[in-house]
């Protein structure tokens, strides 16, 4: 009876190792990193994420930047369609006495 026990455990022992190996083989093809106990990454090295993430950084601050300019943009033609002809007129006309234009 002992040795079915032992048997059992050695069957789930050797099932949870072929699980271990097939895990990291997974995040291994798929390019996950590996981790130690800790969770610290071991592979692959962290620079290339790094570099990946600071240039994904860099082109989000210029397209929001972009984004707010667009919307700058956006909201002075909704300004000028939404406004009725007198006022807009008397807008331009207003800049052109500022100016001196005639």
């Not at 099932?15 to 093809?29: L, M, S």
């Not at 592979?43 to 700058?72: C, F, H, I, W």
């Amino acid at each position: 009876m002992e040795f079915i026990g032992s048997l059992g455990m050695g069957i789930a022992c050797a099932a949870i190792a072929v699980g271990w190996i097939a895990t990291t083989w997974i995040r291994v093809k798929h390019g996950y990193p590996l981790e130690n106990s800790w969770g610290k990454a071991i592979y692959p090295k962290s620079t290339e994420a790094e570099e990946r993430v600071k240039l994904l950084t860099q082109e989000n601050a210029q397209l929001r930047a972009e984004l707010g300019s667009m919307k700058d943009r956006l909201a002075n033609v909704e300004r000028i369609v939404t406004d009725s002809g007198y006022q807009l007129t008397n807008e331009i006309d207003r800049l052109r006495d500022e100016k001196g234009i005639n």
